[in-house]
């Protein structure tokens, strides 16, 4: 069956402008997660998504980042007046429940000029 | 601070050997440990994992082995193939909580 899905693979944009990613988890599964993995660095836990609980943000680096999960499906991550040091590769899991074993989709490359 | 560790960055082994990749956690309260494995321009992929009631687990050519009171965990992969270079990242987790905490990653290159 089809896995995560994220787009676009590759985003490049001016700093201070807003960018949108998205998400597709596999179908089904009820939560979300998102890691964004610097250079050089590991994966960094952002945000968590349970049905229709409140989404876990405490990963979240800055009030300029934020996500939503709409329908219990797509997720967004929405990151404002962006700076150079949001470039890292943003990654997109999902699970059939809250669980360890995630599943991850390709990630969206930003890089922020 | 990391509370993840994986401090070699790369691990270089011939085609057969063996392959230990090794990882150390300082929260006291992980109570679950999980490796991945990243290709280039892929999302990372689940391997093999292991809770804090065990020592031990085995996957085939994979097994990972975890020592609570060193906080230390490890990865032997036997016998090494081609196939397996990759990044491969260690994360750990607490009960409480589904977020995985991950490592910098080691990238083990198995040569022909």
């Known amino acids: 069956g089809a896995g995560v899905s994220q787009s676009p693979s590759n985003k490049v944009t001016e700093k201070g402008k807003d960018v949108e990613l998205r998400c597709d988890p596999i179908?089904?599964?009820?939560?979300l997660y998102w890691y964004r993995q610097s250079l050089g660095q590991g994966l960094e836990f952002l945000i968590y998504?349970?049905?229709?609980?409140?989404?876990?943000k405490s990963g979240l680096p800055s009030d300029r980042f934020s996500a939503e999960r709409t329908g219990g499906s797509v997720s967004t991550l929405t990151i404002q007046r962006t700076q150079q040091e949001d470039s890292a590769v943003y990654l997109c899991?999902?699970?059939?429940?809250?669980?360890?074993?995630?599943?991850f989709g390709p990630g969206t490359r930003l890089t922020v000029t | 601070d990391q509370q993840v560790k994986q401090n070699s960055p790369s691990l270089s082994v011939q085609e057969g050997r063996i392959s230990i990749l090794n990882c150390d956690y300082t929260?006291?309260?992980?109570?679950?440990f999980l490796w991945y494995k990243k290709y280039p321009a892929e999302g990372p992929t689940f391997l093999i994992s292991?809770?804090?009631?065990?020592d031990k687990n085995e996957d085939g050519r994979f097994t990972v082995f975890l020592n609570k009171s060193a906080k230390h965990l490890s990865l032997h992969i036997v016998p090494s193939q081609p196939g397996d270079s990759a990044v491969y990242f260690c994360?750990?987790?607490?009960?409480?909580?589904?977020?995985?905490?991950f490592g910098s990653g080691t990238r083990l290159l198995v040569r022909p």
């Open positions: 899991a999902s699970s059939p429940e809250p669980f360890y074993e995630q599943y």
């Open positions: 292991i809770s804090s009631i065990k």
């Open positions: 929260n006291s309260m992980f109570d679950y």
């Open positions: 994360a750990a987790s607490e009960t409480s909580s589904y977020k995985l905490i």
């Open positions: 998504f349970q049905g229709n609980s409140a989404p876990d």
């Open positions: 179908s089904g599964h009820t939560a």
